[in-house]
């Protein structure tokens, strides 16, 4: 997705210092201070996780805090908010994950 | 240990901070977000003054005016619990646990979601997070959208977005059924639409505004209503259009529509889907009180202040010593009340504090007084009954409260 670098009221961004971090093992630039999930929709990711019981995509819903759909794993830590954490240089973010259901799986094997 | 914790750093609690502080006190403010400002960040209109009413100017105006009165202000921590132990209040954060005698609560508005199927696609997002996205981080958050939803706040950020050269394709309405309810019935849009006319989205509602007040020249506009809809600076406003699915894959593609009759029934056989690749959500503002539902405060339901509201005095103390509330936890109101209120409740606390000696009764109503300026002076405003809901908590305040604490 685009940046919004010039903007007619709120002025040109001033030069931000770019650092890196990682995606689900690939590497993305973002801007100094910015949420994880400005950073990843800023490189066109949209998908933050999928549902832990049915798979389905998620991505942000509030994108402040309240709504909890953008979690994260971030150097470890489960279940970290998208939206309300500052990436930083070397970040390991992951993208949560479906979760195994082994009595689902026990009903469709019959 | 500081003498006033305020919850949240938008508008109400940084001139709570402030008023708190002027009046000597010790003041602690802990926020969830990156940086101070709350919801006042996201904020971009022009007033009807012709000036323009940047929300990240008045916040850093705010956030300077708090360092300088060496105001503590903490953000990226939240709040999961608030309860009172020893006269004291204890403030349970994921960064460890505050304790103060006062503590102010201003963690302002949430959305009211509408779920409709596909709605869990990423790309879909409430409208405030569209705001934030593009005013705040300043990324774009799709190429061509369309807007679920007509109300106030939808408009103001449907203009936002298009400054900042994002295509928002259409703004149609949800679905009518249980959770929707009103939102989801033309006429009821459009009667609130009428009553906020005077932010003249288009032509069309301001004439309407004027002549359209009577039900049925209401029905009858509505049923010449354009099909495609009124132009809102170049995006129809479809109030005859309802959203029935969000389709896409792993991200929205596009958006099911159906035509509807003047009271929201789906005409069969209408339905056509319409390329998008981002869908927002607007569903209205309600005052986000769990914190004070927590620390045993009494709610009111008061549907003109937005829901759920906690008992609250007019100088903004709540029946439990020492908590007070300010801005939208109150009642969905614009930034600017939101400051106002702040004001009012930083007096109010550095009163029971027994600060500002001789002056502060006098400060107080000056206060109280400027809320009501504000109001008056509203460029946007949520509900027109506004001034009934406000009436309603303070009838309620006198009746269970008033006398008791003045003893």
């Given at each position: ?110 | ?369 400027n809320v009501r300026t504000v109001r008056r002076h509203a460029a946007i405003q949520f509900n027109p009954e506004i001034d009934s809901g406000r009436s309603r908590m303070n009838q ?12």
């Amino acid at each position: 997705m685009t940046r919004i670098i010039d903007h007619p009221i709120l002025g040109k961004l001033d030069d931000r210092e770019i650092i890196t971090f990682q995606f689900d093992g690939n590497t993305y630039e973002a801007y100094e201070n910015e949420t994880i999930a400005a950073a990843l929709l800023a490189n066109g990711i949209r998908k933050l996780r999928a549902h832990e019981g049915s798979g389905t995509p998620r991505g942000i819903y509030c994108n402040i805090g309240h709504c909890m759909e953008c979690r994260v794993t971030v150097n470890d830590q489960a279940n970290v908010r998208a939206c309300l954490t500052v990436v930083k240089k070397n970040m390991v973010v992951e993208s949560g994950k479906q979760h195994p259901n082994i009595v689902k799986r026990l009903v469709e094997q019959q | 240990m500081s003498d006033v914790i305020v919850i949240g750093g938008g508008p109400a609690g940084l001139a709570g901070a402030i008023a708190c502080a002027k009046s000597g006190l010790n003041v602690s403010v802990v926020d969830e977000f990156i940086k101070p400002g709350g919801r006042l960040l996201g904020q971009l209109h022009r007033e009807p003054s012709g000036e323009w009413w940047n929300g990240i100017k008045e916040s850093e105006r705010l956030h300077q005016e708090a360092r300088k009165l060496s105001v503590d202000i903490r953000c990226g921590v939240s709040v999961y619990n608030l309860e009172k132990e020893n006269q004291l209040w204890n403030v349970y954060t994921n960064q460890g646990t505050l304790t103060a005698p006062f503590v102010l609560v201003a963690t302002g508005a949430a959305e009211y979601p509408i779920p409709l199927p596909g709605w869990t696609l990423p790309g879909v997002m409430s409208i405030g997070a569209a705001q934030v996205m593009t005013n705040v981080h300043r990324v774009q958050v799709g190429k061509k959208g369309v807007i679920i939803g007509a109300n106030i706040l939808a408009f103001a950020i449907l203009n936002e977005l298009q400054l900042a050269g994002i295509t928002v394709d259409r703004i149609v309405l949800p679905e009518r059924n249980q959770i929707s309810q009103t939102a989801g019935e033309p006429e009821e849009v459009m009667k609130s639409l009428l009553n906020a006319a005077h932010l003249a989205p288009s032509p069309f509602l301001r004439f309407g505004s004027r002549f359209m007040r009577r039900d049925w020249i209401r029905k009858v506009g509505l049923n010449f209503y354009p099909k495609n809809g009124v132009k809102i600076n170049g995006t129809p406003l479809q109030l005859r259009k309802a959203a029935v699915e969000i389709i896409g894959k792993d991200h929205v593609e596009g958006v099911r529509l159906a035509d509807i009759d003047a009271n929201g029934t789906i005409i069969a056989g209408s339905e056509t889907i319409y390329e998008a690749d981002f869908v927002c959500i607007a569903g209205g503002l309600y005052p986000l009180a769990e914190l004070t539902a927590i620390a045993g405060c009494p709610f009111q339901y008061i549907p003109e202040l937005g829901g759920h509201v906690p008992h609250h005095s007019e100088t903004m103390e709540t029946p439990l010593k020492g908590l007070f509330v300010a801005g939208n936890i109150t009642g969905i109101e614009s930034g600017k009340i939101a400051m106002a209120q702040g004001t009012t409740a930083g007096l109010s606390i550095a009163k029971h504090a027994g600060k500002g000696a001789g002056t502060i009764d006098e400060q107080l109503q000056q206060a109280l007084k400027n809320v009501r300026t504000v109001r008056r002076h509203a460029a946007i405003q949520f509900n027109p009954e506004i001034d009934s809901g406000r009436s309603r908590m303070n009838q309620l305040w006198e009746d269970l409260y008033a006398t008791s604490i003045e003893q």
